[in-house]
């Protein structure tokens, strides 16, 4: 803490400025007289500080001043229309297909997608060659389907600084929270039964309902998440058999709920006897502390949770993960043996490598300055490039966040326009259950700060010139 605060004071008082480079660890061991691992760790503190960063092989940098926006008020307030919708065929396959053709297309900046910036991939090859050698002998032979027994001890002790109160017996790994998702809505869901979600919410969920045969009921966000006295009264009327909901860094919106949102969603759920599903995607990803998942305050086998790491690490490993307690674990277990018998071996391994090493903390603290920034500068250009009529939420952390437009602008032929300029946005239709709702825009915010000023730009130019034409 004594170096942590040296250099804290050097970067505040102006003597290290931005860019400048840090002694090395060893030097600075040296010159202080400790272990080399105590000035990796004093740098790190810094890391999570915002105040410097790693680059591979050169050494640690002092972080250059995160831009601050004009206003960090969150203007998101929505109708509070609950949504139940005729069956459907969905268009998540379409969407999927459209961000992943633009995210290999060069000279294409996506802004609609989920997908994470590649970072840190300097790391993967030497960590990968670790975690093979360390599997080699297994790699002939199939695995337990609830998973690696190492990397579920891992994940139990992430989970435990959560707040969790969990064990590695109680964790299943899946391959993606995507499979964690649908094996949960098989396993408490039959066609024809309701379930409860958030509007707007994931696409992806949407799409497994509508496979299922499920109906659903989607109940409005408001600033501070899904409206409880509206869930209330639907858990009563229609009985749903679960209620899925991400309650950290919400996709789409970005919204985090409070320590008592959570706790009565739990209580209703409770008192109602519906399962919860509570997807965190986003774990790990965020700002500023955040309370407690809904799966820490369950005493009762209430909640299943799901992470991943396809938005910390790498999407393309499909390395995810579900919290499961009481006698559901081992008939979902069964569930998934049926599905691919086990999640491969080798991402598994790679994953486990990342958080032994402490690469992953490392790779955490980088995203988190990046995206501070990064949505820092989006928020900036919102507010210098959008209508006035625009609003949108402040997300403390995430990829992702909503913007929400006049209602008569025709935004499908003005995302297609601003396609033709480069730049990919898609109306936010695909995240409500009756592919309506209304005109909204999901932000992906983790780019350049240069590459989002040009690009919302864009945006902004085409939605002010609709509302200033005569059909507006």
């Given at each position: 803490m004594q170096i942590r605060d040296r250099v804290h004071r050097l970067i505040a008082s102006g003597a290290l400025k931005p860019g400048d480079r840090l002694p090395s660890v060893r030097e600075l061991a040296k010159e202080a007289q400790v272990n080399k691992l105590t000035v990796i760790e004093a740098y790190s503190v810094l890391e999570a500080d915002g105040l410097i960063h790693a680059r591979q092989g050169t050494g640690y940098f002092v972080n250059h001043c995160p831009m601050t926006p004009a206003k960090l008020e969150s203007t998101f307030a929505p109708v509070q229309d609950v949504v139940i919708p005729e069956p459907q065929c969905g268009s998540f396959c379409k969407a999927y297909m459209t961000s992943l053709q633009a995210h290999r297309q060069r000279g294409i900046l996506d802004f609609s997608s989920g997908f994470p910036q590649a970072f840190g991939l300097e790391d993967l090859q030497r960590i990968a060659r670790r975690a093979m050698n360390q599997i080699a002998d297994t790699l002939y032979n199939y695995d337990t389907p609830e998973g690696l027994q190492v990397l579920r001890q891992q994940i139990a002790q992430l989970l435990v600084q959560m707040g969790m109160v969990v064990a590695a017996d109680d964790i299943?790994?899946?391959?993606?929270?995507?499979?964690?998702?649908?094996?949960?809505?098989?396993?408490?869901?039959?066609?024809?039964?309701?379930?409860?979600?958030?509007?707007?919410?994931?696409?992806?969920?949407?799409?497994?309902?509508?496979?299922?045969?499920?109906?659903?009921?989607?109940?409005?966000?408001?600033?501070?998440?899904?409206?409880?006295?509206?869930?209330?009264?639907?858990?009563?009327?229609?009985?749903?058999?679960?209620?899925?909901?991400v309650s950290t860094l919400h996709n789409p919106t970005g919204v985090t709920t409070t320590p008592s949102h959570r706790q009565r969603l739990l209580e209703l759920a409770q008192q109602y006897e519906c399962p919860v599903l509570e997807d965190d995607a986003y774990e790990g990803l965020n700002f500023e502390p955040v309370p407690a998942p809904i799966k820490a305050l369950d005493q009762h086998d209430t909640v299943i949770y799901v992470g991943t790491f396809s938005k910390t690490l790498m999407a393309g490993l499909r390395v995810g993960y579900m919290v499961v307690t009481g006698s559901h674990r081992q008939l979902l277990i069964e569930q998934k043996l049926m599905d691919d018998l086990h999640t491969p071996t080798p991402s598994q391994a790679i994953v486990s490598e990342y958080l032994a090493s402490g690469h992953f903390r490392h790779r955490l603290n980088h995203l988190r300055t990046w995206h501070l920034q990064s949505r820092n500068a989006m928020l900036q250009a919102l507010a210098d490039c959008f209508p006035q009529e625009a609003t949108w939420t402040v997300p403390a952390g995430g990829l992702l966040l909503w913007a929400q437009l006049p209602d008569n602008l025709p935004l499908a032929p003005i995302c297609q326009k601003i396609r033709e300029q480069g730049v990919l946005v898609t109306p936010a239709t695909t995240f409500f259950p009756d592919r309506r709702g209304y005109n909204a825009m999901r932000l992906n915010f983790s780019r350049t700060a240069e590459e989002i000023a040009w690009g919302i730009s864009i945006v902004g130019e085409q939605l002010k010139a609709h509302m200033g034409s005569k059909n507006y």
């Open positions: 299943i790994i899946t391959t993606g929270s995507m499979q964690g998702i649908s094996l949960a809505i098989r396993y408490y869901v039959e066609p024809s039964d309701w379930v409860i979600v958030e509007t707007p919410t994931y696409h992806g969920v949407l799409a497994i309902l509508e496979n299922q045969g499920a109906r659903t009921i989607g109940i409005p966000m408001t600033s501070e998440g899904m409206n409880l006295d509206l869930l209330e009264q639907y858990l009563k009327s229609h009985r749903p058999k679960l209620i899925y909901t």
